[in-house]
């Protein structure tokens, strides 16, 4: 198993542009998840997703959006990139049982966003 | 989910245990604790978790006191490759929102060579 892979590894964004963060997993995780971590502090929940068809914010979404429309696939999209976006994103996924198992989280290794 | 606190960094000499200490004195009775370290530009990596004993396994032991208020991660034999941040995460059992991990800013553990 490949686990959780993302592409980009690293893109610079001029203001205002957009593009999509990708993150497939292959674990056959029913949860997924997308975080940013910005230099020197821990990671910030953007959005999750507890199926396919369903997904919900966390604790910072604005300016993001997602869909999830595969067990497999989790995209992160940035409509108007902004200074304030710059950060490294990572994408994780989960099995989801509601028993009380590991149930980790397991993450791919990031994508290192720079909006100029 | 409950708050947690921890030492912002702490050194150990290669081949010692290190003890990383982790406050969550908020916490509630089926509240987890879980243990998360991420190694510099890589993403986290769960090491061990446990409700009210201690717990062992291949990673590190954690210790929870009875009061269920504070806890140890234990890694009995450090080595350079353990530098890391720590992460001390406590949360819900089950799914949806209680899945969520709230990330505090850890402990940076320099293993000294």
């Known amino acids: 198993n490949a686990g959780v892979t993302q592409t980009p590894k690293f893109r610079i964004l001029k203001i205002g542009q957009s593009m999509t963060l990708q993150c497939t997993q292959d674990?056959?995780?029913?949860?997924m998840y997308w975080y940013r971590q910005d230099p020197g502090m821990g990671l910030k929940l953007i959005y999750y997703?507890?199926?396919?068809?369903?997904?919900d914010k966390g604790e910072v979404p604005n300016g993001y959006n997602v869909s999830r429309s595969t067990t497999e696939d989790f995209p992160l999209r940035l409509e108007l990139a902004a200074p304030s976006q710059t950060s490294v994103y990572f994408c994780?996924?989960?099995?989801?049982?509601?028993?009380?198992?590991?149930?980790?989280?397991?993450f791919g290794p990031g994508t290192r966003l720079t909006v100029l | 989910d409950a708050k947690t606190t921890q030492p912002p960094s702490m050194d150990c000499a290669e081949g010692r245990a290190a003890n990383l200490p982790c406050n969550h004195s908020?916490?509630?009775?089926?509240?987890?604790v879980y243990w998360y370290r991420q190694i510099h530009s890589q993403g986290p990596q769960y090491i061990i978790h446990?409700?009210?004993n201690n717990e062992t396994n291949e990673m590190a032991s954690l210790i929870i006191t009875e009061d269920r208020k504070s806890s140890t991660l234990i890694l009995p034999h450090a080595t350079l490759r353990d530098t890391a941040v720590y992460y001390c995460?406590?949360?819900?059992?089950?799914?949806?929102?209680?899945?969520?991990?709230?990330f505090g800013t850890g402990t940076l553990l320099a293993v000294q060579p």
């Open positions: 994780a996924s989960s099995p989801g049982t509601s028993a009380p198992a590991r149930n980790e989280q397991f």
């Open positions: 674990m056959n995780h029913n949860y």
């Open positions: 997703s507890v199926g396919a068809g369903i997904t």
């Open positions: 908020t916490i509630s009775g089926n509240e987890y």
């Open positions: 446990g409700l009210k």
């Open positions: 995460i406590v949360r819900g059992r089950g799914g949806g929102a209680t899945n969520k991990l709230i």
